[in-house]
């Protein structure tokens, strides 16, 4: 299933420090936003919803170990997460699967008063923000 659509988001490519670090904190996150399976390669896999998917690799052409949200590049994946309630469920549930929850301090407003969201980081560093939608 492709999208045709001019400018419509194909995929990201995140290269990753540790591939199977990257699959179980990743995987974890991106089934439970509903994307299943796509391809598995051994410095990779991947994960669709529609047209769109997601790759995380250890590539052998790394230039570095280390990535850094704050550094020029990508900061953060923005999801819409669906309610209020299952928003507030993943950040329970992302402890247990390498992530940690980023300005608990102003959950769930930490992207103002009237966006309500999770902010989680994983083990190597990456940004998703998880959005209540409806």
């Known amino acids: 299933m492709t999208d045709e659509t001019p400018g419509a988001l194909d995929h990201v490519e995140l290269w990753v420090p540790h591939l199977g670090r990257a699959k179980s904190e990743w995987g974890w996150l991106l089934t439970r936003l509903g994307y299943r399976d796509h391809q598995d390669w051994p410095h990779g896999c991947s994960w669709r919803r529609g047209p769109t998917y997601i790759v995380v690799e250890e590539s052998p052409a790394l230039s570095s170990r280390a990535y850094e949200r704050t550094a020029p590049g990508l900061n953060h994946l923005a999801f819409r997460a669906g309610t209020r309630r299952q928003v507030d469920a993943l950040v329970v549930d992302a ?28 083990s190597d560093g990456f940004e998703a923000e998880l959005i209540a939608t409806v």
Do not use: C, I, M, T
């Open 95 to 122: 402890v247990a699967h390498g992530w940690r929850e980023l300005f608990p301090e102003k959950y769930p407003h930490a992207g103002g008063p009237d966006h309500y969201a999770a902010y989680l980081v994983n």
